[in-house]
C-alpha cells in the first residue's frame, strides 16, 4: 500500500504488503530529519533518521528517502507486520541545527490489517 | 524501558490546583526537553535545558515553570492551568541540544477540569 499526496491522516495496508509513508518540510535549510513511532500510551521511539548531505538510508526492514528538491521525506516498511501499528511522525531539525529544536509533522496512523 | 522515566503517567487537576510532573533519565545524557502533544496537533517544544540550564523557552505561559536541579531531573510545575492545558507532556533527552536522536519518555497525561 502507498499513501498518495504529502500527507495522509490514516494510511491501512494489508499485513506482509510494503508501506509508504509521506511527509512535507518546511525549511530548505533544514540539515537534519528523523522518524518516530508512537504506539498508543507510549512515547515517541525513535525509527531512523538522515542527513541532508544523503538521499536514502536504510534500516532493517525501514527506508528513509529524503527528496530536498521538493522538500519531501518518505518513511518505507517491508512486509508490514501487525507490530507496526502505530502512528509515525517526521520531524526536521531547522538551522542553527544545535539548539535541539525539532519540528514535528502531523503524524499519519499506520493500520495493518490480518 | 526507554531509559526516560516520567511520573505520574496520568494526573486529574482542577484550575486552581498546583502540581508538578517529574522526568527521570538514566542514560548520561545532558539536555533534556519538555514537549506537548495535544489530539490532532503536532508535538510542541516547550523547553530545553543544558547541563541544568534553560536554553530555549518556546513562548510557553508562565502557568508552566520547569526545573532542572541535575542533568538526570526535570520537573514541571503547574499552576492555574487552563483546560486547553489538557494534553500529553513528554520529557525527552539527548547527549546535548545539538545530538539527535531525543529518547522520549512515555508521558503524562494530563487533565484539566
Known amino acids: 500500500g502507498e499513501s498518495v499526496g504529502l500527507h495522509l491522516p490514516t494510511l491501512s495496508v494489508q499485513e506482509g504488503d510494503n508501506s509508504i509513508i509521506n511527509c512535507a518540510y518546511s525549511?530548505?535549510?533544514?540539515?537534519?530529519f528523523i522518524w518516530y513511532k508512537q504506539e498508543s500510551g507510549k512515547g515517541p521511539q525513535f525509527i531512523i533518521d538522515i542527513r541532508s548531505n544523503m538521499d536514502k538510508r536504510q534500516g532493517q526492514r525501514v527506508t528513509v528517502l529524503l527528496n530536498k528538491t521538493v522538500k519531501h521525506l518518505s518513511l518505507q516498511i517491508a512486509a508490514t507486520q501487525p507490530g507496526d501499528s502505530a502512528v509515525y511522525f517526521c520531524a526536521e531539525n531547522p538551522p542553527p541545527g544545535n539548539t535541539g529544536k525539532l519540528i514535528f509533522g502531523q503524524g499519519t496512523t499506520l493500520q495493518v490489517k490480518p | 524501558e526507554t531509559g526516560v522515566t516520567q511520573t505520574p503517567r496520568h494526573l486529574v487537576m482542577g484550575m486552581t490546583n498546583k502540581k508538578s510532573l517529574k522526568c527521570e533519565q538514566h542514560?548520561?545524557?545532558?539536555?533534556m526537553y519538555w514537549y506537548k502533544q495535544s489530539a490532532k496537533k503536532p508535538l510542541e517544544l516547550m523547553f530545553v535545558y543544558n547541563f541544568k540550564e534553560q536554553t530555549e523557552n518556546n513562548s510557553v505561559p508562565s502557568r508552566f515553570s520547569p526545573e532542572c536541579p541535575n542533568s538526570s531531573h526535570l520537573f514541571l510545575h503547574l499552576h492555574t492551568l487552563q483546560p486547553e492545558d489538557s494534553a500529553l507532556y513528554l520529557c525527552a533527552s539527548s547527549q546535548s541540544p545539538g545530538d539527535q536522536p531525543q529518547h522520549f519518555g512515555d508521558g503524562t497525561r494530563l487533565s484539566i477540569l
Open positions: 525549511n530548505s535549510a533544514s540539515d537534519y
Open positions: 542514560l548520561g545524557h545532558n539536555a
